[in-house]
């Protein structure tokens, strides 16, 4: 079975840098896509970045185009978000979520077959 690990979060000043990493254990197939999505409170949640495999294209949620960047490690299911420049609105729970298989709707939440537990990033002003 599938199953998603986070970690790399934590609290950060505003303009600062954070990476969060996703492992991946039970893919035994591809094409597959990887995703962030994040949930602030009171808030939907909201698509942050995705990658597929194995192209490897990329798509970005507008509030974090030219900020975040996602990106795989080539020897194992692995999954990065290197955020910079982050601001008190990204503060939000980062989870990490994955698909088989790939279509258009890659914002939608419930394209995504498994998630991760999440992990908190806060930003602080």
């Known amino acids: 079975q599938v199953q998603l690990v986070e970690s790399g979060g934590g609290l950060v000043q505003a303009g600062g840098s954070l990476r969060l990493s996703c492992l991946a254990s039970?893919?035994?197939?591809?094409?597959?896509?990887m995703a962030w999505f994040r949930q602030a409170p009171g808030k939907e949640r909201e698509f942050v970045a995705v990658?597929?495999?194995?192209?490897?294209?990329?798509y970005y949620g507008d509030s974090v185009k030219g900020r975040f960047s996602i990106s795989r490690d080539t020897g194992k299911n692995m999954v990065y978000l290197q955020m910079n420049s982050l601001k008190p609105e990204d503060t939000a729970v980062y989870y990490c979520?994955?698909?088989?298989?790939?279509?258009?709707?890659?914002?939608?939440?419930?394209?995504?077959?498994?998630w991760g537990q999440g992990t908190q990033v806060t930003v602080s002003s």
């Open positions: 990658i597929t495999w194995p192209t490897f294209i990329t």
């Open positions: 039970g893919l035994s197939s591809s094409p597959y896509a």
């Open positions: 979520a994955c698909r088989k298989g790939w279509n258009s709707d890659y914002k939608r939440d419930w394209e995504y077959d498994y």
